[in-house]
Every structure is written in C-alpha cells, then in structure tokens.
C-alpha cells in the first residue's frame, strides 16, 4: 500500500503526515484527536479554577477568618416568630449595655430551657432562665429590673447576668471561646452560633465607626443589599455602600486601625482595607492613596482620595465593612446618618 501523503507547514520547517487509509489508522487519529481536546478542556478548566482561586483571595483577604466579636442586626422574621415577645426587648437592650450579640444571647436561652418552658434544675445543679450554676451565677449577677433583688428566674436578671458573663469571657475578641466558657462543650458552641444566625442574618461589629467623607457628602447612591448592577446589567449582591463625591474628596478612616492593603484589587480598582481587630473596613474605587501597607491609622485620618478606578460610572467612594471574613451592613454600623434617613 501507498498512502498519500500531505504536507503542512509548521514554523520553519515542513512535516509529511500520512492521511490515514485504513480503519486502524483512522481509529488511532480519532483518539490523537481525543487526547488533543481532553488536554484543551483541561487547560481551560485550570485557567477558570485559577481564576476563581484569584477572586476569592480578594475577597477573604477583607477577613481573613478570624473570630472576631460583633453585635447583631435586626431579627429575622424566623426570630419575630420564634422568641417571645416580652423577651425579644430584653435581649435587644443586653446588647446596646453589654455589647454581645442579642441574637446568641437569645440563642443560649433558646437552647437551655426554651424560653423558659423548662427551667427545672439540670442534673449538673443548672439554675434559672439561662441556666446559671449557682457560683457562676453569684460571679457575674446583674439586677437588670433595678429592683434590689439578683434573681436567676428573673428574665431581665438572667439575660443581662449572661451577656455580663459572656462579655467578661471576652466576647468582644473571641465569641465562640465566650459562648465555650458558657457551655464546655464544641457542639454547645454550633449549635448557639447556628440558631444566632438565624435569629439575624447580619453581624455588626463592635463599637461605631465615623462617616468616611466630609460632611456634605452623606447621600447613598446605593445600598448594601441585592441591586441591579449598573454597569453588567444584571442582580448580584453588593457588599457596600456607594457615597458620590467629586473625585479628590479626602476619605477617612472610619475606626482606629492598621493599614491591611492599600494599591489595586480587582474590580474595587485602587483600594485600601483597614484591618480594626474587630472587622474590617474596605475603601474602593480611590484615586490616590495616602498610607502604607502595616501602617498604623487614627479614625478621622485621611487614607486616601475618592475617584473612580476599577469597575465604575463615576466617582464615588464604595465603602464596605466585614466581620469574621462576612459582610455587614455599614450603615447599621457608622455613627453619622447617612443622608438617605
């Protein structure tokens, strides 16, 4: 047999490849041909994960997933129906005194008697609404009624004696250590977390931040929440606020901090992240940038500059706060009105 044969030029010298002229042939070109595109479809599959890798670091680099204290937002329409209506108040109040989240506080009561349905002493001595041993008790008791009296059955005594303990138990810079000093147990501590999260989606960090522009500019153009992408045109989440100003309007730290990033990152454009050991704060879209990276920032202190770098319709300060690596409303957060109210 004499195939035929056909040339193809590749780079600066020619190759002979015979076209295949038997079954044999053409079955072993179909899978040279098959192993060319799994290799393809590998390539590309690199590429995207590669991709996908890049993106997420920018995002978990606002966290870095320490476990940090916060407070809590507004109940859940699951927390509306589920705790009871005289008690909801009381843990609401225990978080602006105490600065621990209202919802794990409700959370602990949830789980050791139910809201009070079961508040029978536990075989370990357990006493009260939230299920105090009588020493502990003694240790952190609050009169939160102002009555004269320190009473563990007392809905407002126990909630306010257990946000005392868990905020003594250092709360504020590690709540899941706080919630563990409670209960000594590591299912204790998921299980309160889980029914916290339900209780209210958002977590606010501890303390307030100041607004990050001048005073005249305190107009939001949009809010933190799902919105319509104005430039790709379709619903996504957006993990900010947007605060129009003219481009070279100074911008603030809003709490003392540490400079965690300050040059670009991806679609925020030039960027600085302030890392305020209880959350972060981000500063996007900048036009110029006035810190270092590890440098140590005084809330008030101009960081930077607003402008309109990345991906953006005009200039505008994109402003973003983070808890324990997740995102939370900044507004529920910054001690100024924004001018939306």
Request: glycine fraction near 12%; charge should be neutral; charged fraction near 15%.
């Amino acid at each position: 047999m004499n195939p035929m044969m056909v040339a193809i030029r590749v780079g600066a010298g020619d190759k002979i490849w015979p076209l295949a002229s038997s079954g044999k042939e053409r079955e072993n070109f179909a899978l040279r041909i098959e192993h060319v595109l799994v290799i393809i479809v590998g390539l590309i599959l690199v590429a995207l994960l590669s991709c996908f890798l890049i993106f997420s670091s920018v995002i978990s680099g606002l966290g870095n997933g320490r476990n940090q204290g916060f407070r809590s937002g507004a109940p859940t329409a699951f927390a509306v129906a589920d705790i009871p209506p005289q008690f909801l108040p009381v843990f609401l109040r225990a978080q602006e005194k105490y600065g621990v989240s209202w919802a794990v506080l409700a959370a602990i009561c949830r789980v050791e008697t139910e809201f009070g349905k079961n508040v029978a002493v536990s075989e370990a001595g357990a006493i009260g609404l939230m299920q105090f041993m009588p020493a502990t008790f003694e240790q952190y008791k609050q009169d939160g009624d102002s009555d004269g009296v320190y009473d563990p059955h007392n809905p407002r005594d126990a909630i306010y004696s257990a946000a005392n303990m868990l905020k003594a138990g250092g709360f504020s810079t590690d709540p899941r250590g706080a919630i563990f000093n409670y209960n000594h147990a590591r299912w204790y501590v998921n299980k309160i977390m889980d029914f916290a999260a339900q209780y209210s989606s958002m977590a606010i960090p501890v303390g307030n931040g100041l607004w990050p522009l001048p005073a005249q500019h305190i107009r939001i153009e949009s809010g933190y929440g799902t919105r319509r992408h104005p430039i790709r045109q379709r619903y996504h989440f957006h993990d900010g606020i947007d605060i129009p100003a003219p481009v070279g309007t100074p911008v603030m730290a809003v709490q003392d901090g540490r400079v965690d990033w300050n040059r670009e990152k991806g679609e925020y454009g030039l960027c600085v992240v302030l890392d305020h050991g209880g959350c972060r704060s981000l500063y996007a879209h900048l036009s110029g940038i006035t810190v270092k990276s590890g440098e140590a920032v005084k809330a008030g202190q101009v960081i930077g500059f607003v402008g309109s770098t990345g991906l953006s319709t005009g200039p505008h300060l994109h402003f973003s706060v983070y808890v324990n690596g997740q995102p939370s409303n900044p507004e529920e957060w910054l001690a100024a009105s924004s001018g939306n109210s």
